[in-house]
């Protein structure tokens, strides 16, 4: 208890001073996300390829929590889908999405100097092979002003056809029940 107050202070000092107060945010939020409830609102966020192959191939402990630069959109306890986009089908026909990665938010954005508003987020599931996605329909997911970062929100209908989606990918196969049984606990 008396370490949050601490951070919290120091965050409060940085962000006065016009400084990042993004290290002491990270380390209140590993103390407080026990706590955290989820919000209910989920988002996509679509990654450039090289970022997609970084969050796949770097080690847990160096990608469990990040800074992302996301507008004022996620907010604390938001889900946040990390997808990126598969070869095009054809030139007016763009490629499938692919899941990776599905992070909480814990913190709210706050105001960076150079990366504008940044939110914290935490891993909470890394998959090991990524899934194809059907096309969600990413012109009704966007959401006004999100689209220069990629960013998509995600009805809750959208969210039951996409675990349909996954499962008939997944073919029910028992290795993927952790992150199903993962999914049911975050996202209800």
Not at 25 to 43: H, I, K, N, V
Request: glycine share 6%.
């Amino acid at each position: 208890s008396r370490g949050k107050t601490y951070l919290r202070k120091a965050a409060e000092k940085l962000n006065s001073l016009g400084l990042s107060s993004a290290y002491p945010r990270t380390l209140l939020a590993r103390l407080e996300e026990d706590t955290m409830d989820t919000s209910g609102t989920c988002w996509f966020l679509k990654l450039p390829q090289r970022q997609a192959y970084e969050l796949h191939t770097r080690p847990l402990e160096r990608i469990e929590f990040l800074q992302r630069a996301l507008g004022e959109y996620v907010k604390q306890g938001d889900m946040c889908f990390f997808v990126s986009e598969g070869p095009a089908h054809s030139e007016e026909e763009p490629g499938d999405w692919r899941l990776l990665a599905l992070y909480k938010a814990v913190s709210d954005p706050e105001w960076h100097h150079l990366h504008r508003w940044q939110t914290t987020l935490h891993l909470q599931i890394r998959l090991d092979v990524t899934v194809p996605i059907e096309n969600m329909g990413q012109k009704s997911l966007v959401v006004k002003g999100s689209d220069r970062v990629g960013l998509y929100r995600i009805e809750r209908e959208q969210l039951e056809k996409l675990e349909q989606g996954i499962r008939g990918y997944t073919l029910d196969d028992e290795a993927y029940q952790p992150f199903f049984d993962q999914w049911r606990r975050l996202i209800s």
